[in-house]
């Protein structure tokens, strides 16, 4: 039993700090998304209104590209979400690990005598 919670406990803190650094990327391309998304959007628009004004096959072309891209950026964001939902997991199984004794308790335990001993 103290071979796997040694075990657990190395695992978690060997993996503890790249999941959190992962998670902190996570977040910055979900607000990168956020923002990629908003300015594609907007384009988006302007070009639907260049389009209207003169309509040309290279505004369409392009205005479709942009349509294509904000479409895989959406992909993409979803994408980064599910992955962030699973470092959420991750995180929530790490918290639910049982502690393992500190080392110091455990040579304490092993001096204190027992009933067989002061027999």
């Not at 990327?25 to 923002?35: C, P, T, Y």
């Not at 991750?90 to 304490?108: I, N």
């Amino acid at each position: 039993m103290a071979g796997t919670n040694a075990l657990a406990k190395g695992l978690e803190t060997l993996l503890t700090p790249v999941v959190e650094e992962c998670d902190r990327h996570v977040e910055k391309v979900l607000a990168s998304q956020e923002q990629l998304t908003a300015q594609i959007e907007r384009l988006t628009k302007i070009m639907h209104e260049i389009q209207e004004a003169t309509p040309s096959s290279t505004v369409t072309k392009q205005a479709h590209t942009l349509v294509a891209i904000r479409n895989r950026v959406a992909a993409l964001a979803e994408l980064v979400q599910t992955v962030q939902a699973r470092l959420t997991r991750m995180q929530a199984m790490k918290a639910s690990l049982p502690e393992p004794p500190a080392p110091f308790l455990l040579q304490q335990l092993n001096t204190i005598p027992t009933n067989a001993d002061a027999s």
